[in-house]
């Protein structure tokens, strides 16, 4: 399972109220990302803002593919 592929693909929205399609999010960047003071979380081609839906979206995919992940090792 390509987890960057799922989680790009997971955040091309912010979910049934955004109708935006906005496929670039830092959690999907493959360089180097970081988490301001003011909870700005970003890359260098992109940022989003503290209690973005798109970061907790993407952050709670992530874990439940983890959680999958781990579940099959059991």
Do not use: K, W, Y
Not at 20 to 38: F, K, M, N, Q, S
Not at 43 to 71: K, M, V, W, Y
């Amino acid at each position: 399972m390509n987890l960057q592929a799922t989680l790009s693909t997971s955040s091309a929205t912010a979910g049934p109220e955004m109708s935006r399609v906005d496929p670039h999010h830092p959690i999907t960047c493959a360089g180097e990302l970081r988490l301001e003071p003011d909870g700005i979380f970003a890359c260098d081609h992109s940022s989003a803002p503290s209690g973005d839906l798109r970061t907790q979206f993407c952050i709670n995919h992530s874990l439940a593919l983890l959680l999958i992940e781990l579940a099959q090792t059991l």
